[in-house]
């Protein structure tokens, strides 16, 4: 039997694995989903207090909608043979899906740099999280004032004193300017210290050295700068983007039997525009390459990718949030009523689970549910 096998289990994977079970309907096609863990992480709320909270178990979505989860890690991609390698196995495929997402790009010669901390994954969150429970008044240094920079200081501002260091001369430098007013006031709303143009230069125990010569204390140092696609791209193309990611046309394929979805794919969103690594467009990046794999061994048409209106949603912690419309990031809505919209956000990520029929119907809309996105 002609076999799609999608690697990732986050919302790219999980997205391809139900669009590519959409496209199957009755015929016959194994798909096999090769993800590490039992759970799906979502990794947009990863800033919260509890991150263990914010998983859902892959077989929950799996298994009702008939998809084989084989839990290894695949270190080796052979196009020309179309097999991959997982955990020393070798796994043939028809129709490849790459969804391995991104990690955190950590700083290679800083000293003390295994004393960093961060909130891209699972474990490194739950460790920031371990390290700062019980501690009453913590100091906390975030390296990055980015998006999950932001997130996180504005987070742990409740928890203590909280430094945001940037290189760049303004937070939220990649936001653009629109919103920039919003964010300085939320942050001087919670107290949370800025020292832009700057950088941490040394990690030590209980310290952050800073390169306009001065020491912080620092319960923890959170690193928050920069992402990159996963290594596995460089197996599929050596022409990559600034991110790592590969570029795919609007089918989402990459090469004749591959496909790439979420944080790996450089997919055009319109003339001027390609996606942005964020959950916004792995999911809608997922249903369509999934589908597009499993439909181009059927023989039914593909689906263009048609993404919805880019928007953004900062939590900004105890001062609210944030939500922005557009690619020059027009504020709608700030305070009380940008951190509703947050919620409902965070929500809304989950995807359904136990109910094919519901995880299916999903997998046909590429917008996410919520009532402040236009069709
Ligand atoms: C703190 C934080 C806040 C964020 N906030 C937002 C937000 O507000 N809005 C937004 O849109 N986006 C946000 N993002 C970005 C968003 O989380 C990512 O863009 C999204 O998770 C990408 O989905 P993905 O499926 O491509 O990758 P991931 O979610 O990273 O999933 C990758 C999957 O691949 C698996 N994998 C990796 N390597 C291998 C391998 N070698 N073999 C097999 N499996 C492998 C992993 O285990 C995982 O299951 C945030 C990210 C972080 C870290």
Redesign the pocket.
């Known amino acids: 039997m002609a076999q799609v096998v999608i690697?990732?289990?986050?919302?790219?994977?999980?997205?391809s694995a139900a669009g590519a079970a959409l496209a199957r309907g009755e015929r016959d096609l194994r798909i096999t989903l090769?993800?590490?863990?039992e759970r799906?992480?979502?990794?947009?709320?990863?800033?919260e207090p509890e991150p263990g909270l914010a998983t859902v178990e892959l077989r929950r979505i799996l298994d009702p909608i008939g998809v084989e989860h084989l839990r290894?890690?695949?270190?080796e991609i052979d196009t020309a043979r179309r097999v991959v390698v997982?955990d020393g196995q070798e796994i043939p495929y028809d129709r490849l899906v790459l969804?391995?997402?991104?990690?955190?790009v950590r700083p290679r010669d800083l000293p003390g740099a295994e004393r960093l901390f961060d909130?891209?994954?699972l474990a490194g969150?739950q460790r920031l999280a371990d390290r700062l429970r019980g501690r009453a008044d913590c100091s906390v240094v975030v390296v990055g004032a980015g998006?999950?920079g932001l997130?996180?200081a504005t987070e742990l501002a409740a928890r203590g004193r909280v430094l945001l260091v940037d290189q760049a001369t303004v937070v939220g430098e990649q936001l653009g300017p629109e919103p920039r007013e919003a964010i300085e006031s939320a942050l001087d709303e919670l107290g949370v210290e800025r020292r832009l143009a700057t950088t941490v230069t040394e990690v030590g125990d209980g310290y952050a050295a800073l390169s306009d010569g001065t020491k912080v204390e620092a319960d923890a140092v959170v690193w928050?700068a920069g992402?990159r696609a996963?290594?596995?791209t460089r197996h599929i193309t050596g022409s990559l983007d600034h991110l790592g990611r590969i570029p795919v046309d609007r089918h989402l394929r990459a090469l004749p039997e591959v496909f790439a979805?979420?944080?790996?794919?450089a997919a055009p969103y319109d003339a001027g525009h390609t996606v942005?690594?964020?959950?916004?467009?792995?999911?809608p990046?997922?249903k369509v390459a999934g589908y597009n794999a499993a439909a181009d061994l059927l023989g039914v048409p593909s689906r263009d990718f048609t993404p919805g209106p880019y928007v953004?949603?900062?939590?900004l912690g105890g001062a609210g949030g944030i939500f922005t419309r557009g690619w020059d990031r027009k504020v709608m809505a700030t305070g009380a009523h940008g951190k509703e919209i947050?919620r409902q956000?965070?929500q809304a990520?989950h995807p359904p689970v136990d109910d094919a029929a519901k995880i299916l119907a999903a997998a046909d809309d590429v917008y996410l549910d919520l009532p402040f996105f236009p069709r």
């Open positions: 690697i990732g289990g986050g919302f790219a994977g999980v997205w090769i993800a590490p863990g799906m992480v979502l990794r947009p709320r990863l800033y290894a890690t695949v270190s997982a969804a391995a997402g991104s990690e955190l909130i891209d994954t969150a998006f999950t997130e996180a928050s992402m996963n290594r596995l979805a979420g944080d790996t794919a942005t690594q964020s959950c916004q467009h792995a999911v990046l997922g953004t949603c900062l939590d947050k956000i965070n990520i």
